[in-house]
């Protein structure tokens, strides 16, 4: 009598636990072998890290030079309006560092079929995808968002509690989903539309405006950051937690809320397009 068939499940006999270990052991593996690859040519790696160091010292000096010539930007001070950037820079920093491949997705995985052999895999898509490169930028914009941070506490005279540590572990990976649910509901149009234009770049673009508090802009534009494009739970509503007193710290509250629904309806949209997603054959 033959054997019933048993589909190859590596993890069948693991528990959830050993689950997220054994995965979590492939990403890191993953992460080493692009880090040994990248330090291979170190030059690249110091030039790629000199130039958003320098994309940073020019933004940080428009914000000074800003404020050499207004003392407070709707009642805002220079040291709160530093302190939001140097926050912002954190889930961007996380993000940045996960998100390659979602820029180039449609020609990478949908044009030349590079999606099959993810398919094929005993591992998550959207995992494999986020973490077959990285991009190590990211971990510049997290250090030197916390060093600026940290300037403007000191100017602002900050004293941290237990619930401001905490603040501080959750709040920028919960924004951080924020930005990777917009960004990922964008590439999951490339199962059904070929995204050759790109739709991600334009909209890249307007994170700019998340780092400025969000009450100098008109109310439309409010609107539209805090429910269309959520980027205003990326750095302004959370960083408020620390700096924008009663009146907004307790709204950055629901940044994890927001950032989970943000990320899961993403999901959601990954799924249907996994569904409908059809190999190019070649």
Do not use: C
């Amino acid at each position: 009598m033959n054997e019933p068939a048993v589909r190859f499940d590596p993890e069948h006999r693991r528990g959830p636990v050993a689950r997220i270990a054994w995965q979590a052991g492939i990403f890191g593996a993953y992460f080493a072998q692009f880090m040994k690859m990248r330090l291979a040519y170190r030059m690249d790696f110091f030039v790629d890290t000199l130039a958003v160091s320098f994309s940073i010292a020019i933004q940080m000096a428009v914000l000074t030079t800003l404020f050499s010539k207004i003392r407070a930007l709707e009642g805002w001070s220079f040291e709160q309006v530093l302190f939001i950037y140097g926050f912002s820079l954190l889930p961007l920093g996380l993000f940045n560092l996960v998100s390659v491949n979602l820029y180039r997705f449609s020609d990478n995985y949908i044009i030349q079929g590079k999606f099959d052999r993810v398919l094929l895999r005993p591992v998550g898509t959207l995992a494999q995808v986020m973490f077959e490169s990285f991009n190590v930028s990211g971990l510049n914009e997290i250090l030197v968002g916390t060093a600026v941070m940290i300037y403007a506490g000191l100017k602002l005279q900050l004293t941290l509690g237990v619930g401001d540590v905490l603040a501080l572990v959750v709040l920028p990976p919960s924004a951080a989903l924020v930005y990777m649910g917009v960004f990922l509901a964008i590439t999951s149009v490339s199962f059904w539309h070929e995204d050759r234009m790109g739709l991600a770049p334009p909209v890249y673009n307007i994170i700019r405006f998340s780092r400025y508090p969000i009450t100098i802009f008109s109310l439309p534009v409010r609107i539209f950051l805090t429910f269309v494009l959520p980027f205003a739970w990326v750095a302004f509503y959370p960083a408020a937690w620390f700096v924008g007193g009663e009146q907004f710290s307790r709204i950055g509250l629901f940044t994890p809320l927001v950032g989970a629904v943000v990320f899961g309806g993403a999901i959601v949209i990954w799924g249907r397009g996994i569904r409908n997603y059809t190999s190019t054959g070649s």
